[in-house]
């Protein structure tokens, strides 16, 4: 674990002044009860506010289910854990045996949590603008590349609005099998719709992931695929 | 409908220098292409982020699980709604045809949108210092009633850490009838758990509640209630 900060406030463009701020948004529970929890609670609000604040302006005209899966694909921990690995913050994190063993510092929750703790440690080190300008400095280039009128809706949203417009009850989903333990969960889904002889099936690592692909299937199945 | 704001202004401790920004945020769907659903996006991040902040600062002993539980009672749609009513917003509402003839400016969903759209014109009005005087102004009541080691988990949280703790499979929820259209709906759902015989029932107007409403039973089943 790197003490030495100077690479990272090169990637943050921001020098700490004070620096326990900074220590305790890499600390992870597992290591300590001066933790990042708190400041991740508070990093997440600011990232999700100075986030939908850029797509406002930015998209003068897009709708607000655009700007909502906009800021979703911004803000997800999955795009949040990219930008923690370029900037190499794994390295920084203090983790606890258990965590450490377990090559906590790699995984994706973990990272992005750390990373939000990182931006909410910067507000309170300094101000609302100079956070608003460290967080959109990580998130400029995916910024850059977004057009909210192309991200699709989740097959979830398009097959309860298919069904709704048609006046049709909605979908139920039902979990059917969970294999193995977190985080390497195996979910098994239906997806059922009135009208429909036989659910749709769908598998995924997360719940979520399982009924975006039953619904997926399903959408099929009703378009006569 | 009112379009004399003055009595809204004294409420709101604000006055608009721009009052298209509040028209705005008082114009729903249904009334107009113009509508508030851009500025309830700004608002909702706002609110999220200034309630946030609040209860860091306030609660500095709070846990991170504290903080999260305290800001959902403070901006869920039922406290929106609450204040909005207090606030007579509904007076000002611009409504199309059909939500006007049934009673849409005493709908909880549409009074807590305008108020959060309401949130974002102040801000777009003048900056965030001034919005945060106007939505700590009208959270204060409910800021200063709230205590975070006492705000209960959920029965759905304390039934999966319960079980959990055991080592034992996550509860399944199954939504088993939907009864109605939206948003007079019943939903009546089970959920099962792995050593448990029967299933545990639960119905409400919602999933979300029939799912508390099952864990709830649950809970006292396996605490042999």
């Known amino acids: 674990m790197k003490t030495d900060y100077s690479a990272l406030y090169k990637v943050l463009n921001y020098l700490f002044r004070q620096e326990t701020y900074l220590t305790m948004a890499l600390t992870h529970r597992s290591a300590s009860s001066q933790n990042n929890e ?3 609670f508070l990093g997440d609000s600011l990232l999700n506010y100075i986030a939908a604040e850029a797509l406002f302006e930015r998209f003068p005209t897009a709708s607000e289910g655009e700007l909502t899966r906009s800021r979703a694909t911004l803000v997800r921990e999955e795009t949040l854990a990219e930008i923690a690995q370029q900037m190499n913050l794994g390295d920084y994190l203090q ?13 994706p929750s973990i990272l992005a949590d750390a990373l939000e703790a990182v931006f909410g440690a910067v507000y309170l080190d300094s101000d609302m603008n100079t956070c608003r300008q460290v967080v959109l400095r990580l998130l400029q280039t995916r910024l850059d590349n977004l057009s909210p009128h192309k991200i699709n809706k989740d097959p979830k949203t398009c097959l309860q609005e298919y069904l709704q417009a048609q006046q049709r009850p909605l979908p139920i989903y039902r979990v059917l099998t969970i294999q193995g333990d ?11 719709i009135d009208g429909l002889a036989v659910p749709a ?10 009924e975006q692909a039953a619904a997926h299937k399903a959408l099929n199945i009703l378009h006569g695929n």
Chains 1, 2 share one sequence.
């Open 201 to 210: 099936y769908g598998t995924g690592d997360s719940r979520r992931r399982a």
């Open 38 to 40: 708190r400041l991740e």
């Open 182 to 192: 977190p985080p390497t969960q195996h979910f098994e889904v239906e997806c059922m």
């Open 95 to 107: 983790l606890g045996g258990g965590e450490l063993k377990s090559g906590g510092w790699r995984r």
